[in-house]
């Protein structure tokens, strides 16, 4: 989202023109907090996604945002790894409990499982009580495997029509010139999420004419679902895979890594 955003995509429309303050993923100390605030205080550990999609500047070193916008950070999880989190945790939640309603039985198919966003979704499926199925390249089978999947595809070389069949909802990671050819896997009556970048013209039409739901998901700030994917954390249901971090000040070279592709966990800046 950072570098999209960036570049002119992304939530760009929300943010103006530039220059503006890149980031919405943040975590840290409570500086301190306002008149009436109950649920925080200076010292807690929190947090959060604020402001999305309109401009945050988590590239800094303080960030002011609405209280009930954050979540207190659980007990044994570094700033790090819970600044991974918010962004990529709540599209997860948002699309699997809000909109998908997944429970025990139900079929989800993950279609670009082994991102940011996806390596979250499949455990978040997963802890709701669903079977996952996931796409990915081969290489991060055995990955997608330690968190649970039940059946991975490798999205190289099987088209996403033939990744399963039948299934309940299936959430799109990778982008809309596929989302006609994945209404073949959902059943009639199900659900496709369409994340990055929105269903296509001809998937509506068709989604139209079998009574599958096509939602078009924005993520909100939510600092009640962030302590429900905690108590996760905490639970050791949900883990986040952290490939590296950065200085604030290396936060370009940080843009140029996202930009080439290849990596599996999150980035992450700190702030010293």
Known sequence: MDWKTRRGRGVSKWAGEPPFGLGWDVAGVVADAGYGVTTFAPGDRVFGMPW???????????????????????????FEEAAALPLASLTAWQSLVDTARVEDGTTVLVHGASGGVGHLAVQVAKARGARVIATGRAANHDFLCSLGVDDCVDREAVPIQDAAEGVDALLDFVGRDETRAELDAIRDGGLLVAIASGASDEAHA???????????????????????????????RLKVSLERTFPLEEAAQAHQLLESGGHRGKLVLTVK
Do not use: K, M, N
């Open 52 to 78: 999305f999609p309109r401009v945050a500047g988590a590239y800094a070193e303080f960030v002011t945002a609405p209280s009930r916008q954050f979540a207190h950070i659980p007990d044994g999880l570094s």
């Open 206 to 236: 068709e989604a139209d004419r079998r009574a599958i739901r096509v939602a078009e998901l924005l993520v909100e700030p939510d600092g009640r679902a962030l302590g429900e994917i905690a108590a996760l954390v905490d639970g050791g």
